[in-house]
């Protein structure tokens, strides 16, 4: 008989959710340090912060707030709040990470691939204590119990999409780096996220 797999405590998801969140906003401040930008949600995010001049934490925050709904109805109530707690600690240290310490000169290429590997420990801590960073994700999953739609598939479009548009906004090279940078973060969740290699949900 199988036996029930342990669950984390409360500090330990408390843990996993400050490692995660600061890590996702660690790579989003090297990202756009860089001038660079990723997909899912958080490409959104820093797309409209580079054409509006606003501030990604607050839009990252607003473009999530729809999601939660989904969030909820596919993936429950302790899923749905520790995404929104996740969501909030993200755009909170987005904002306060910069006046704690600043980049230097970086080599883009390189800074493409620590961008990938700083994101993809987040999500995976997040992922691994019930979390996410909300977004295109939840509404994949949406659609693919609603309309048949495969979840990966719908991220697959919107990234595609998502980088069309940044052909017009950002330098050409700029966007190449960039998928890169998605590459490696998409590399580092497909290897390591795996329910059968870890004991704790």
Same mark, same amino acid.
């Given at each position: 008989?199988?036996?029930?797999? =342990?669950?984390?405590? /409360?500090?330990?998801?408390?843990? @996993? #959710? $400050? &490692?995660?969140?600061?890590?996702?906003?660690?790579?989003? *401040?090297?990202?756009?340090?860089?001038?660079?930008?990723?997909?899912?949600?958080?490409?959104?995010?820093?797309?409209?912060?580079?054409?509006?001049?606003?501030?990604?934490?607050?839009?990252?925050?607003?473009?999530?707030? =729809?999601?939660?709904? /989904?969030?909820?109805?596919?993936? @429950? #109530? $302790? &899923?749905?709040?520790?995404?929104?707690?996740?969501?909030? *600690?993200?755009?909170?240290?987005?904002?306060?990470?910069?006046?704690?310490?600043?980049?230097?000169?970086?080599?883009?290429?390189?800074?493409?691939?620590?961008?990938?590997?700083?994101?993809?420990?987040?999500?995976?801590?997040?992922?691994?204590?019930?979390?996410?960073?909300?977004?295109?994700?939840?509404?994949?999953?949406?659609?693919?119990?609603?309309?048949?739609?495969?979840?990966?598939?719908?991220?697959?479009?919107?990234?595609?999409?998502?980088?069309?548009?940044?052909?017009?906004?950002?330098?050409?090279?700029?966007?190449?780096?960039?998928?890169?940078?998605?590459?490696?973060?998409?590399?580092?969740?497909?290897?390591?996220?795996?329910?059968?290699?870890?004991?704790?949900?």
């Amino acid at each position: 008989m199988t036996q029930p797999k =342990p669950q984390h405590s /409360l500090i330990e998801d408390a843990q @996993g #959710l $400050a &490692f995660g969140s600061t890590m996702a906003a660690l790579s989003v *401040l090297l990202l756009t340090h860089l001038g660079l930008i990723t997909g899912q949600t958080a490409g959104l995010a820093v797309l409209i912060a580079y054409s509006t001049g606003w501030a990604f934490g607050p839009v990252f925050f607003a473009i999530n707030i =729809p999601f939660y709904y /989904l969030g909820y109805r596919r993936m @429950g #109530l $302790a &899923f749905t709040a520790k995404t929104f707690v996740a969501v909030g *600690l993200v755009s909170l240290l987005s904002l306060w990470l910069p006046g704690q310490f600043a980049f230097g000169a970086i080599n883009p290429w390189v800074g493409a691939v620590i961008f990938g590997f700083l994101s993809g420990a987040g999500l995976l801590a997040l992922f691994r204590h019930g979390a996410s960073l909300g977004g295109i994700g939840i509404l994949g999953l949406y659609l693919q119990d609603h309309l048949g739609w495969r979840a990966g598939w719908v991220q697959l479009g919107f990234d595609l999409i998502l980088f069309s548009i940044a052909l017009l906004l950002l330098d050409p090279v700029a966007v190449a780096i960039s998928f890169v940078g998605a590459i490696v973060v998409n590399l580092v969740i497909a290897i390591n996220h795996r329910r059968d290699r870890y004991i704790a949900t």
